[in-house]
């Protein structure tokens, strides 16, 4: 289901049209929803930069929301990944940014100083050299309102479809009867989607062996 199969859709159900601006704005909102609601490896995006030496901050990607893991790699090729801590954490295990090694933990900091607008990461200890780092995080892919289709759209259309339905008919400020149905809908097809994210995807049948279901 494309974007516009999707607004037609939606009208269809709701017998109700709506402009550009509102259609985009339900669909975001209801793509994000589900994209804080199931783990999907669309969500998922791997990017290596570098650390500086004596430099303290690792600056994030401007779609960056949250970590999933930060590794450094040395020059053999040999990865070491770092714990996550807080900030506090780290000031206080290494009080002397001059004093400097191999990180071994990372927090997210806060903005860039001289941007104001994209985060960083603060590592203890600082970087005594420069490495490789390799970062996977947690983003939110090209909506299907930008560009026209979308994972969701060509896999899971229902939970998206759903999703939308629950905003269009807040929209429409409809019946406290008739959200609930469709709120009820979404969660059903959610919980499909979550079924493939938060299970298919995460075992096969060789570890985990073949779903079964018990007959009486």
Same mark, same amino acid.
């Given at each position: 289901?494309? +974007?516009? @199969? ?13 402009? $550009?601006?509102? #259609?985009?704005?339900? !669909?975001?909102? $209801?793509?994000?929803?589900? *994209? ?6 669309? =969500? ?12 303290? *901050? ?18 053999? %090729? ?22 400097? %090694?191999?990180?071994?933990? *990372?927090?997210? #900091?806060?903005?860039?100083?001289? !941007? ?11 970087? /005594?050299? %420069?490495?490789? $780092? ?5 983003? +939110? ?6 560009? %026209? ?10 939970? =998206? ?9 807040? #929209? ?9 149905? *469709?709120? /009820?809908?979404?969660?059903? /097809? ?7 994210? @938060? ?18």
């Amino acid at each position: 289901m494309n +974007y516009a @199969d999707l607004k037609t859709a939606v009208e269809d159900y709701c017998e109700n049209t709506f402009t $550009a601006t509102d #259609f985009a704005i339900m !669909t975001e909102l $209801a793509e994000q929803k589900i *994209y804080n609601s199931v783990q999907l490896p669309s =969500l998922r995006k791997n990017v290596t930069g570098s650390l500086t030496a004596t430099n303290s *901050y690792l600056a994030l990607p401007y779609d960056f929301l949250s970590v999933f893991s930060l590794a450094v790699v040395d020059g053999t %090729g040999a990865y070491t990944y770092l714990l996550n801590k807080d900030v506090n954490f780290i000031r206080e295990a290494y009080p002397i940014p001059t004093s400097t %090694g191999t990180p071994k933990y *990372y927090a997210v #900091f806060g903005p860039d100083s001289s !941007t104001l607008q994209e985060l960083t990461l603060i590592l203890g200890p600082t970087p /005594s050299a %420069g490495l490789v $780092a390799e970062l996977h995080y947690f983003y +939110y892919p090209v909506s299907i309102v930008t560009a %026209g289709t979308s994972w969701l759209g060509d896999n899971f259309d229902s939970a =998206l479809f759903n999703a939308v339905m629950v905003e269009a008919i807040r #929209f429409m400020k409809g019946e406290p009867d008739l959200v609930a149905m *469709y709120d /009820s809908q979404y969660q059903q /097809s959610l919980m499909l989607l979550k079924n493939l994210g @938060d299970g298919k995807l995460r075992q096969d049948a060789y570890r985990s062996g073949q779903v079964r279901t018990q007959v009486i």
